[in-house]
């Protein structure tokens, strides 16, 4: 039986993540936001509540895979498929972007060429549950540019996988013909299996049975996710990679509805869990002693995201407005750059300050999100409208409209009042 203390400090974490949790959704800011702020509170850098990290990283891998395993339940192949090109183009032309400049830099800063190509990976990534939230708070998660922004996210998100795999090769000292194989085959078994998904509805065995009995469906979406993990790993392939192939069967059988339902609050307890985690490593005096570091870099990676972004679209032909409004919205580092730096730190491809660095930028490039996007809007509505004058572009920065704001502005008065 655990120690009285662990299973209170459980609960406790549990507890701060709740709170912080529903705060930042009132403030209509993503929950995970609170859930990072919850773990850099109670962890080695705040309380010290939670100092030993071994039972939470372990149910942060879960988190993890639940992630990929929901991810890949939500594709809808048949809308990803209609807009593929420009999703799959998109993300292409933003991973070899990201890597290209990192090694370009690679010579100026010392890094290795493994770290350059970690660091790009980590760069190129964005977050899905921030730029959702944000789409949802401004309702164009249903325009154009909301639908074509979340297809490029769910073609980063396959992309992980085989980051993954190219990362673990990166450790053992270069490619072999065998890694080379596993990323190929990984990448060729996928668009087969799509193939087959489009043209035909799978259902699942025991599909009567587990309908019968409520009690199952979560047991039988855990068995599908961990079950399939598992069987990659053992084919030497990474258990992510085999998550999310589970997802796309499902989310493209005929018990997608019930299944999706049933996960959805296990995914969002392991979820949890897995951002508390990122919040523990999160150090405020690490922020305050490297401020300039931090905020160079976060700088320049927002405005290089941005820029990249709009140029590969307007490469692809896409309209101005549109290549603004999606290129900002996914200007932030994602949540996978999370996992990511944790395997490459594993593989001893990234060093502990570095690690830190890391993680600090992503958290405040997520934190910052919200603020970026309405500075471009109303910078292309001030471009769009001519006019220039130095109140109006003062006014560009002018946040108080932002929901997380609004609410602490004081109300005007009625025109009766000022009368």
């Not at 795999?165 to 013909?177: C, E, H, W, Y």
């Not at 079950?227 to 005929?254: D, E, K, Q, R």
């Not at 471009?383 to 997380?404: E, H, K, M, Q, Y």
């Amino acid at each position: 039986m655990p120690d009285l203390s662990d299973v209170t400090a459980v609960a406790v974490i549990a507890l701060a993540a709740l709170l912080c949790g529903v705060l930042f959704s009132r403030l209509k800011q993503p929950a995970i936001i609170g859930y990072i702020v919850a773990g850099a509170l109670l962890g080695p850098a705040g309380v010290g509540l939670a100092n030993n990290r071994d039972a939470v990283d372990v149910l942060a891998e879960f988190g993890v895979l639940m992630l990929l395993f929901l991810v890949g339940m939500q594709l809808d192949l048949r809308r990803f498929v209609a807009g593929w090109r420009v999703a799959l183009l998109t993300t292409a032309m933003q991973i070899v972007g990201c890597v290209g400049v990192a090694l370009a830099l690679s010579p100026l800063l010392g890094w290795n060429p493994g770290l350059s190509i970690l660091l790009g990976f980590i760069v190129s990534v964005s977050s899905t549950a921030v730029v959702i939230k944000i789409l949802e708070s401004s309702d164009e998660i249903a325009t154009p540019a909301g639908r074509m922004a979340i297809g490029i996210l769910i073609a980063q998100d396959m992309a992980v996988v085989p980051m993954m795999m190219v990362l673990s090769a990166l450790s053992r000292k270069g490619f072999n013909l065998l890694d080379l194989a596993k990323v190929g085959g990984s990448i060729l078994f996928l668009v087969l299996l799509f193939f087959i998904l489009l043209r035909y509805r799978v259902r699942l065995p025991f599909a009567s049975t587990v309908a019968k009995h409520q009690d199952l469906s979560p047991l039988t979406g855990l068995a599908w996710c961990f079950g399939a993990a598992t069987l990659a790993s053992l084919l030497g392939l990474s258990p992510a990679y085999g998550a999310f192939l589970a997802g796309v069967v499902i989310g493209n059988s005929t018990q997608r509805a019930s299944m999706l339902q049933s996960s959805q609050p296990i995914q969002s307890i392991l979820m949890m869990v897995f951002f508390v985690s990122v919040g523990l490593l999160l150090d405020p005096r690490f922020i305050w002693q490297n401020l300039g570091t931090v905020l160079s870099l976060l700088l320049m990676v927002t405005v290089f995201k941005t820029l990249l972004n709009i140029g590969a679209l307007k490469l692809l032909g896409e309209s101005w407005p549109r290549c603004v409004m999606v290129g900002v919205s996914l200007a932030q580092i994602g949540e996978f750059s999370f996992v990511l730096a944790g395997i490459g730190k594993d593989n001893r491809l990234l060093g502990a300050q570095e690690a830190r660095l890391v993680v600090t930028v992503t958290v405040l490039s997520l934190m910052l999100s919200p603020f970026w996007l309405m500075a471009a809007r109303r910078l292309h509505k001030l471009g769009g409208n001519g006019a220039a004058t130095s109140g109006d572009i003062l006014r560009v920065f002018d946040f108080r409209d932002l929901p997380v704001l609004r609410r602490f502005r004081p109300e005007s008065p009625s025109p009766e009042e000022s009368a």
